[in-house]
């Protein structure tokens, strides 16, 4: 086949996941799955009666107490979604941990949580069954009563789940609820690539949920049925008797691979093509896999991604340890990849559902995240339980291998390539080619001070993120630094409470504010002087490309001039407040006012719009003002006498202040606002907040904007300063774990608990 087409190719930029024993942590869940450590819980007699299983449930022989279950399942952060308690308590936990995974997995993507107006992102999620309705809020006539009909079912149906999340994120592209039972997340990630390959979106959300309450803790086992004996899942194993339900969540970030490479996101691994179909009634029932369809969605895939099944290593199953359901699958898999190629290297099979228990309408998304996770670490990983295979799963003579431990992962014909599969019960299946993501592309290494921005809703949960940020700073590479801070300050939420901080030597220990509505109010002023040090703006200019274009500006109109050393000065030090003011603005500081007198007026005209850095240069230099074009004031200019003279006045004034000496340290009417003093250094005065500046000159600037944007004075930065920037995985938002739960009946009863 010829070499995939990357213009049809689909990048997974960002992921979130809810999964048992790992909770968010997808680290921790990579180990559970390459040392096959599985999450299944075991409860007694007295918990599952405490929660309000029925007794004789319990009691029946066949009755299996376990689950793969997660912890804090009844939490969720109402503050920072603005939702009421009341309002949270009566919401399906399956959408409320689905908004907070597509909130992480944004976050992950480096993309802010909360879009811009006039993006195009999309949403494509499924959730299960909410049994939480049925068991625990229904049978509370209060809440039902207080909540009315209409709150009741926007809390509680399937059909919100992804208009939700787009109302809550503002994502503005399509917003889509689906649902083919077990296949539902796979199938979204499909319809996602899709949207994206015909523009509907240019990125896409795509996962599902399945999280039942307490009440359905443990599964009745039936021979030849579904569910684990033992409460444990075996898949292709001799053992295997059935599969363990669970709870869980997940959520990828797609966009077109061009797109992704060309806007500096991480790559986590590139999806080449995917199908979706249905088994019809090729089959023995409603309930039951179908081979043939199963082998055309990936016969399907494959053929869109153009890609040589024998170029396939791994292949992460539906895998659900049943008696009928693992022949059916390896036997259609057979259809596809047993291959007459005499050097055709292995293709190992994998089975997620023997680590987390099986997640329904999550399953698929995790399968695929558990596979980016393998591509990502070029690692083969194992089945969990695999002791002896399955002679029903007939193997010989096939491509296909069940790895019992991790083993590292070679490339075939020079590349990595893996499926993913997901079928549901009724028979709508999906497939998903991936292929490991390509080499990261070179870029410009920057080892300069940093300033790092971090806020969240609240002061302890900003304390956390603050806590979680400054850890993965002292761990990232100086090199890494300023795509780090890129990512954290364009990639996030600006929330409430912050803290800033700067890299390296000039860093100080930060501190938590509360934006000051008071200070946004009054905003800030510049005052422009002039004076201070010449010498201390290297760091400076090879650090921001702003200040250097004044000073190469400025340097390439007094080249090859004859001047006496005080023009000279003055010169300089106007080149260095104007470029100072103007790398202040570009990063998010917008002066109400300028003020200045001296070299510093002229510096203020300068930065107002009045003239052009070139003409500042001129008067500097003692020209008469012949070509000279003085334009309006685009800000406020406050200089000795008021505001400066307009008409057949102006230019004369201008010279004058040109040929004057810096200006004051003390700005005049500028009591009423929060100002900065731009001199050959800035330096900040914030009244009672106000920080300690490092020494260093461009450590000065970034800690000055960094205490304005924690005021909520300073705002987005010029694109400028992050040519060439890179989005990085950084820690996510530490989402506040507050119960909002109705308990089931039973559990009222005997504790008196509500909510």
Excluded at 385 to 392: E, G, V
Excluded at 660 to 667: E, F, N, V, W, Y
Aim: proline share 7%; aromatic share 4%.
């Amino acid at each position: 086949m010829a070499e995939p087409d990357d213009s049809a190719a689909v990048a997974v930029v960002g992921m979130a996941v809810r999964v048992p024993g790992a909770e968010r942590d997808l680290d921790l869940f990579w180990h559970h799955v390459i040392h096959g450590i599985d999450a299944v819980t075991f409860f007694t007699r007295e918990q599952l009666l405490g929660w309000g299983v029925p007794k004789d449930m319990v009691e029946r022989p066949e009755f299996v107490p376990a689950r793969a279950v997660l912890r804090d399942a009844d939490c969720f952060d109402h503050r920072l979604f603005s939702y009421s308690p009341s309002d949270s308590a009566l919401m399906d936990p399956q959408q409320r941990i689905l908004l907070e995974c597509a909130w992480a997995a944004l976050e992950h993507a480096g993309q802010p949580p909360v879009a811009a107006d006039g993006n195009r992102i999309g949403v494509y999620v499924g959730t299960g069954l909410n049994v939480y309705l049925l068991d625990n809020v229904w049978p509370d006539e209060r809440a039902v009563e207080a909540a009315g009909g209409l709150g009741l079912i926007i809390g509680s149906d399937k059909d919100f789940a992804g208009t939700r999340i787009a109302y809550k994120l503002n994502l503005q592209g399509p917003a889509l609820t689906l649902q083919t039972a077990c296949s539902t997340s796979l199938v979204a990630v499909h319809q996602a690539t899709q949207a994206l390959l015909t523009y509907d979106a240019d990125v896409a959300l795509a996962g599902g949920a399945t999280v039942a309450p307490p009440t359905r803790r443990g599964h009745l086992h039936e021979p030849g049925g579904i569910f684990s004996a033992d409460g444990r899942c075996r898949a292709f194993d001799a053992a295997a008797d059935g599969t363990v339900p669970g709870d869980g969540a997940g959520v990828v970030v797609l966009k077109r691979l061009d797109d992704a490479l060309r806007d500096g996101d991480t790559v986590h691994a590139v999806i080449r093509g995917s199908a979706v179909n249905n088994d019809g009634a090729r089959k023995a029932g409603f309930t039951a896999p179908g081979p043939t369809g199963q082998a055309d969605v990936i016969s399907a895939a494959l053929s869109v991604a153009d890609v040589d099944p024998d170029t396939v290593g791994l292949v992460e199953t539906h895998g659900t340890g049943t008696a009928l359901g693992d022949p059916i699958e390896v036997a259609a898999l057979r259809q596809v990849f047993d291959s007459d190629r005499p050097d055709r290297a292995p293709c190992a099979l994998g089975a997620t559902k023997s680590v987390v228990g099986h997640l329904d309408t999550a399953a698929g998304v995790i399968g695929l995240i558990k596979t980016v996770l393998a591509l990502k670490h070029r690692v083969i990983p194992p089945i969990a339980h695999l002791a002896t295979p399955n002679p029903a799963v007939r193997l010989d003579g096939s491509v296909f291998e069940l790895p019992t431990a991790a083993r590292p992962w070679q490339p075939i014909d020079g590349v990595r390539r893996a499926g993913v599969s997901a079928f549901g019960i009724g028979g709508t299946n999906a497939h998903v080619v991936l292929e490991e993501a390509p080499p990261a592309r070179p870029r410009p290494r920057r080892h300069v001070t940093e300033l790092v921005l971090v806020s969240a809703k609240t002061a302890v949960v900003a304390q956390a993120s603050l806590d979680r940020v400054a850890g993965c700073v002292a761990g990232t590479a100086p090199g890494e630094l300023a795509d780090l801070a890129y990512t954290l300050r364009t990639g996030r939420a600006e929330l409430p409470w912050r803290a800033a901080f700067l890299t390296g030597a000039h860093g100080s220990p930060p501190t938590l504010r509360q934006v000051d509505a008071k200070a946004r109010a009054r905003g800030v002023a510049l005052h422009l002087t002039g004076a201070g040090e010449l010498t201390g703006n290297r760091p400076n200019y090879d650090a921001d490309p702003v200040y250097r274009r004044v000073v190469d500006e400025g340097v390439a109109l007094l080249r090859g001039r004859d001047l006496d050393e005080t023009v000279r000065e003055c010169c300089t030090r106007l080149l260095a407040c104007v470029g100072l003011a103007r790398s202040l603005r570009s990063r998010g500081v917008a002066p109400r006012a300028v003020a200045g007198a001296g070299i510093g007026a002229v510096a203020c005209a300068v930065v107002a719009g009045i003239m052009s850095v070139a003409d500042a240069v001129e008067l500097v230099c003692g020209a008469d003002g012949a070509g000279i074009h003085l334009g309006p004031a685009e800000l406020p200019v406050h200089v000795p006498g008021g505001a400066p003279p307009t008409g057949h006045a102006a230019l004369a004034y201008w010279r004058a202040q040109a040929a004057g000496p810096a200006g004051p340290a003390t700005p005049p009417d500028l009591d009423q606002v929060l100002w900065i003093e731009v001199g050959t250094s800035v330096t900040a005065h914030l009244g009672p907040e106000q920080p300690a500046l490092p020494t260093d000159r461009h450590a000065r600037l970034l800690a000055t904007v960094g205490a304005l944007w924690q005021l909520g004075v300073a705002g987005a930065w010029d694109p400028g300063h992050d040519t060439g920037r890179r989005r990085l995985p950084a820690p996510t938002y530490p989402f506040a774990a507050t119960r909002h739960y109705l308990d089931a009946p039973a559990t009222r009863l005997e504790t008196g608990r509500h909510h």
